[in-house]
């Protein structure tokens, strides 16, 4: 996972406890449960990212946000304002390497942004 680094410098994420990021799809037809999922076994993180209902994509920044938040919860496990605050924290640095990447819109579903950029 330490090609995550590069996007969260100056962010104090544990990345060496970060074990796989995954994504996964909700099935035609079923509510959506959740966004993302952490999950903590002896120490050690899986994070799971809802990439859309099948057929459908989620939208580029919908995800980074998501990721965001489910890393936050490698430093603070419950929602509070010190989760919040690190998951802005994050989701900024994830925003400002996109920017230098080229990606501006973060709205549309990844789909279109492939063929928009
Ligand atoms: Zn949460």
Redesign the pocket.
């Known amino acids: 996972m330490q090609w995550l680094a590069a996007y969260l410098t100056v962010v104090p994420i544990p990345l060496r406890k970060l074990k796989k990021v995954y994504g996964y799809r909700t099935a035609k037809g079923r509510r959506t449960q959740s966004l993302g999922a952490?999950n903590k076994e002896n120490g050690v993180f899986t994070i799971g990212l809802n990439v859309g209902i099948a057929g459908e994509d989620q939208a580029i920044g919908t995800i980074l946000q998501t990721f965001a938040?489910?890393l936050a919860?490698m430093v603070h496990w419950d929602?509070t304002p010190e989760?919040a605050a690190l998951e802005a924290a994050i989701y900024k640095r994830f925003a400002k390497r996109a920017k230098t990447l080229g990606v501006k819109d973060f709205s549309r579903p990844r789909r279109e942004k492939k063929a928009g950029r």
């Open positions: 952490c938040h489910e919860h929602h989760h």
